[in-house]
C-alpha cells in the first residue's frame, strides 16, 4: 500500500478484495509502507555487485521480500502524487532495485492499482509494469481509477466499478490458472539482451554473474526465464539483441581498459 492514508486506495483495495472473494477463498493481507522501517537507498551499488545482504541499511526489507515470496500474487496500489507513484511507492521501488537485475518472482503474479484525481494514472501504471515485469512478475491485472477529491459522481463510481470488476476477473482467473502465460517480443528481447550484459560481468559484477550463471540462463540454449514456449521469431529476435548487448558490452569493457591506462 503506497498510500499515506486509509483513503481512495484503501478502499479500491477493499472493493477488488472483495470481488476476488466472490470467485476464489483469497486472504487480502495488507503491507503499508508507510508504518514499515524502510531506509531510503544509499545509490551504493552494493546490492548489484555483492548481493542485497551486504546492503547497509538493515531493516525491514528482506522480511518484505519474503512476504512477496510468500504470496501467490501482490497488489502494488499507489495514489498519483505529482504524475508518479508516491514517495512510500518510490522508495519501496528503488530499495529493490537489485530486482531489476536478479528477477526471482516468476510464479506470482501482480496486480496494478493506480488511484488518481484527474490524471496520470496511465502513466504510473506504466511505470508499475516496468517495476513489476522487471522483477519477473507476471501482471496479470491493472486498473486506473479517477477519484477526485470531494463526493465522486455517480457516473464516476459506475465506471471504477466496472474497471475493478472486470480487472479482479482478469486476476482471479491467472491466480487459478498457475502457469507463467508466453512471454511478448518485448520479454524476449528484454531477458537476452540482460543475459548478453551479464554473460561479460563475471568480474564487475560477480553477483549478478553467478545468479545468471547458476540458474543456466547463460548457457547456451537459454531460451527464457523460465521453461514456456517461445515464439520461434521472437526467440530469434532476441537472441539477435542478445548477440548486440555483449558485444556492447564488451566493447565499453575495452574502452574503460585503456581509459584507466
Avoid at 459522481?153 to 498457475?178: E, G, T
Wanted: charged share 25%.
Amino acid at each position: 500500500m503506497g498510500s499515506p492514508r486509509k483513503g481512495n486506495t484503501y478502499r479500491a483495495c477493499e472493493e477488488l478484495c472483495a470481488y476476488l472473494r466472490q470467485d476464489d477463498a483469497v486472504e487480502c493481507d495488507y503491507l503499508w509502507l508507510k508504518d514499515a522501517n524502510l531506509l531510503p537507498c544509499r545509490g551504493c551499488f552494493v546490492c548489484f555487485t555483492r548481493g542485497e545482504d551486504a546492503c547497509p541499511n538493515k531493516d525491514d526489507a528482506p522480511a518484505i521480500e519474503q512476504k512477496m515470496r510468500d504470496a501467490d500474487g501482490v497488489l502494488f496500489a499507489s495514489p498519483v502524487y505529482g504524475m508518479n507513484v508516491s514517495g512510500l511507492m518510490k522508495n519501496f521501488i528503488d530499495r529493490f532495485s537489485y530486482l531489476f537485475h536478479r528477477p526471482r518472482f516468476f510464479d506470482k503474479k501482480a496486480f496494478l492499482l493506480a488511484t488518481a484525481g484527474a490524471i496520470g494514472q496511465k502513466d504510473v501504471l506504466r511505470y508499475m509494469d516496468t517495476v513489476a515485469t522487471g522483477w519477473g512478475f507476471e501482471v496479470a491485472g491493472r486498473a486506473g481509477l479517477i477519484t477526485p477529491p470531494g463526493i465522486l459522481s455517480p457516473r464516476q463510481a459506475r465506471k471504477n466499478n466496472v474497471l475493478l470488476q472486470k480487472a479482479a476477473k482478469d486476476f482471479s482467473a491467472a491466480l487459478q490458472r498457475k502457469k507463467r502465460k508466453r512471454p511478448g517480443l518485448m520479454d524476449v528481447i528484454i531477458f537476452h539482451s540482460q543475459r548478453g550484459v551479464f554473460s561479460q560481468l563475471e568480474k564487475e559484477s560477480p553477483c549478478d554473474y553467478h545468479y545468471w550463471n547458476d540458474l543456466g540462463w547463460l548457457s547456451p540454449g537459454a531460451r527464457y526465464f523460465v521453461d514456456v514456449p517461445v515464439n520461434p521469431l521472437y526467440l530469434a529476435i532476441g537472441r539477435i539483441a542478445g548477440w548486440m548487448a555483449r558485444r556492447r558490452t564488451r566493447k565499453d569493457q575495452v574502452q574503460g581498459t585503456g581509459d584507466a591506462g
